[in-house]
Each structure stands twice: as structure tokens, then as C-alpha cells.
């Protein structure tokens, strides 16, 4: 930890890591008074002052014309970007990206403006012996079990809704279903449910009745319940059903497996044990694949700066909150729901995004230094992933491309690496394969049964 104090302003040093120092900073009443000037020249290049030349007008006649927040928003950026450039300078500190910043303290009447900065530092890699890496591959297997259910969720997708007639609801029913609560004048609130997928006390309402039948009964409705006045509370009230429906799924036989592309019933159970086994492929690939990365991650050794991680973290917990709030939830909600608080919410993400980008880290370093390279079909490959992720039309390619070329290049370029690394790691790599779990043994009978 280092600190100066030179004429213009205050600088204090900590070297969080190898790769990130944070620098505190208090800027001198000069350097706040410099800042506003310079945002208030920007602005007068674009306001039309009466009498004035575009520029020229007076700096107060300006300031009168500009909304105080935005000048000081403006003000607040010329101020951190030049003084940061100075702080940088005299510490001798080369970022390898832009420093987050954490502006602590600004106001314009006293001319105070204080603020930190995590500076990046170009990450800190030793590469540890990446050929010959162990991994476990577990055996794959497609049960006849597995073949049938998938058949019958196929089977269930393509049933036609009808209405239920001459039963009381059962399991997987879709009922419209209309609750009023005791003492509340109107007609209460109707919703689409799903028999046994919406809470205990409802469910159990629900499973003896039928359709337009009336019952009056004591609902305690759980946090996550769709109507936000409702949830966490609980009362008597008068349940309706108004209409049931349930799906109604095709016969098994060969027109139905024409239907979808296959020549008959066994062909169609054929087809479906190979997607079985793909799928199955797939995910034990995947294991391996984070084996060997965390081998290479426990024979190598990786410092980055918290920059990264920070940054990728938190634009994971923004893209949760989004999700979350789509469904009129908070990430509290989220949190509670998986046994955690939002602080240990947080933690677990920043520490997942650490090891993401340590991994990336060592992918790249691996990459440069076998010497591979981006073909063009690689980068083709890679583009129409990613436009078929975002699902782009084929006439759109180009202006797809065109907006979002820079963080396409970038996206390519990771996958590319990526795929190449995780490949060259599989081909070194040594396997074992798990032996199948043995075949329980039939259960003899017990005499006289």
C-alpha cells in the first residue's frame, strides 16, 4: 500500500492482488471546476445561443440553459476520466481493461469529488501440464423404460384437448378454476391451473370435483402464488370450477409414427433410443470436459483481476432479476426458494464467475501457445450458431452482423477457442471408464408364497 499527495490531489494505493490495485482518490476544488468547464464547453457545441457564435456564448449563460443533473453527470465523467489518466500515470499502472469506478463523493457547490477505481492488471498465469489429464467416463445406457416415456411425452404433445365429461378432476387436468375469498363483494378471481401442480390446499379441493361444481373451503396460499395480494395469506373461500379439459394422446401405431418421419412403431422407438443415447453422449461429455478443467485449473496456477469477475457476476444477477421479474418475482424470492439469502446468493455467483474466467484465462493462454488459429469456417460455424441462438432469419444475416459485429467477433472468437482447446484436451487426455452398476438380483421366493 502506497500514499501521495501531490499539489492537485490525493491518491492512496492497495494492491488488492498480482492483477488489480485500487486507487482512492480526492480530486482538487481545481480539478472539479476544470471538469464542469470542460462538460459545459461540450454542451455549448451543441446549444444555439441568441446573439452567439455555436461555442462562444458565456459559461454561465450556458450552465442556465443545461439540466444541473445532466451537466453534473457530464461534469462527473470529464472529472474521473482525466484525473484517473494522472492517477494511473504517476503509479506507473498499465490497465489491461477499463477500471470499474465507484464515485463516493461529489458535489459541485464545494467542489469535492471523490471516487475509487479498481484497476485490471493483465492477468498472472503459470500453465501447468495440460497433456495427459484423467478423466472418468461413466457408462451410457438407454433403458426400454427410458424409450417408453419418451415415446409417451412425444404421444402427450401431440394430443388434442377435450373436455372432460362424466369424472371428477384427476391429476394433469387443466381446470379454469374461480376463487372468491369469504366477506369480499364481486366475483373473486379466475385462473388456469393445473391439477396437482398448484399448492396443497387447493390440489386437494380440486381432486373431488368436477366441472361447474362449488366448494367452500380454507386456502392457505404459499409466496410464490401468482396473485401477489394473496400470496403468504390465508382464508375461507368459495371455490368454483368452471370448465376441465385434458389432453388426449394419439394410439400408438404405425400412422401415428409416420406422422413423424419414421416407417413404423419399431423404427420410431429406434429413432428415439439413438436421440436418447445422443443427449446422454452429450451431457457425459460435458462431465468430462469439467474434469479435465478442473485438473488444469489445480495443476496451473491463475490470478485475475476482480474487475472481470465482478463484472461477469453481476451481469448474471441482472439477467436473473430480469427473469425473476417476468415472473413477478425479486431475487429474494429466487434466493429463498434455494435455500439461500441474497448475499449468499451473490457470493455463489461471483465465485462461479471467477472460475469461468480463470478457465477462459487458461484456454486462451493453451490456444496461443499450441499455435492454433481461426479459419474462416470456424468463424462461419460459430456466426450461425449464434444467429441461429437468436434466432435470425436467413434475409437478416447481414444486418444482424452488421449491428452486433463487434460483440460477434468476440463471441466467435471465445467459441472458437474454446472449442479447439476443449478437442486438443480430449485428445490427450487418459480415460477410465466406469464399470455398469451390476444387475440387482432377483429376490428369492420365500417358502409357501
Known amino acids: 500500500m ?9 491518491v492512496k494505493r492497495t494492491d488488492l492482488n498480482p492483477c488489480t490495485v485500487q486507487l482512492e482518490i480526492v480530486c482538487s476544488p481545481e480539478q472539479v471546476e476544470q471538469g464542469f468547464s470542460r462538460a459545459a464547453k461540450e454542451f455549448a457545441k451543441r446549444i ?3 446573439g452567439f457564435r455555436p461555442g462562444t456564448a458565456p459559461k454561465a449563460v450556458i450552465e442556465k440553459m443545461i439540466d444541473p443533473s445532466e451537466l453534473a453527470r457530464s461534469a462527473a465523467e470529464e472529472i474521473v ?3 484517473l489518466k494522472k492517477a494511473m500515470d504517476q503509479e506507473d499502472l498499465k490497465p489491461d481493461n477499463t477500471p470499474a469506478v465507484n464515485l463516493t463523493k461529489f458535489e459541485r457547490d464545494t467542489s469535492v469529488c ?5 484497476v485490471p492488471l493483465p492477468p498472472v498465469v503459470t500453465l501447468g501440464e495440460y497433456k495427459g489429464l484423467t478423466a472418468t467416463r461413466p457408462p451410457i445406457d438407454v433403458t426400454e423404460e427410458e424409450v417408453e416415456q419418451q415415446i409417451e ?3 402427450g404433445r401431440r394430443g388434442k384437448r377435450e373436455a372432460v365429461t ?3 378432476i384427476q391429476e394433469g387436468d387443466m381446470a379454469v378454476v374461480n376463487i372468491r375469498p369469504d366477506g369480499e363483494e364481486g366475483e373473486g378471481k379466475t385462473f388456469m391451473v393445473i391439477a396437482g401442480q398448484t399448492f396443497p390446499d387447493l390440489d386437494k379441493a380440486l381432486m373431488t370435483m368436477s366441472a361447474e361444481e362449488i366448494k367452500h373451503v380454507a386456502l392457505e396460499f404459499p409466496g410464490t402464488f401468482q396473485e401477489k395480494d394473496w400470496a403468504h395469506k390465508s382464508f375461507e373461500a368459495t371455490v368454483t370450477v368452471r370448465s376441465v379439459s385434458t389432453t388426449q394422446a394419439p394410439k400408438l401405431d404405425d400412422e401415428f409414427a409416420q406422422s413423424l418421419k419414421a416407417s413404423d412403431v419399431e423404427d420410431l422407438r429406434n429413432r428415439v433410443r439413438e436421440g436418447i443415447r445422443r443427449a446422454k453422449e452429450q451431457i457425459v461429455q460435458e462431465m468430462v470436459n469439467e474434469q479435465l478443467f478442473d485438473q488444469l485449473l489445480k495443476v496451473s496456477q491463475v490470478q485475475v483481476p476482480d474487475t472481470t469477475w465482478e463484472q461477469v457476476a453481476a451481469q448474471r444477477l441482472q439477467e436473473m432479476a430480469y427473469e425473476q421479474g417476468s415472473k413477478q418475482r425479486t431475487l429474494e424470492d429466487y434466493a429463498k426458494e434455494n435455500g439461500m439469502t441474497i448475499d449468499e446468493l451473490v457470493a455463489a455467483q461471483q465465485a462461479e464467475a471467477k472460475v469461468h474466467v480463470e478457465r477462459a484465462v487458461l484456454i486462451e493462454h493453451i490456444f496461443q501457445k499450441e499455435g492454433m488459429k481461426i479459419s474462416n469456417d470456424d468463424a462461419n460455424r460459430h456466426f450461425m450458431e449464434i444467429a441461429n441462438e437468436n434466432q435470425v432469419p436467413q434475409e437478416q444475416l447481414s444486418k444482424f452482423a452488421k449491428k452486433f459485429g463487434g460483440s460477434i467477433r468476440n463471441e466467435i472468437f471465445f ?3 474454446h472449442a479447439k482447446v476443449v478437442e486438443f484436451l480430449n485428445q490427450h487426455a487418459t480415460f477410465v471408464d466406469e464399470a455398469p452398476a451390476p444387475t440387482p438380483a432377483p429376490k428369492s421366493k420365500k417358502k409357501g408364497s
Open 2 to 10: 502506497s500514499t501521495s499527495a501531490p499539489a492537485d490531489m490525493q
Open 48 to 50: 444555439k445561443v441568441p
Open 81 to 83: 476520466k482525466t484525473v
Open 114 to 118: 471523490e471516487f475509487t477505481a479498481k
Open 153 to 155: 411425452e412425444i404421444r
Open 166 to 168: 362424466g369424472r371428477g
Open 415 to 417: 467459441r472458437t477457442m
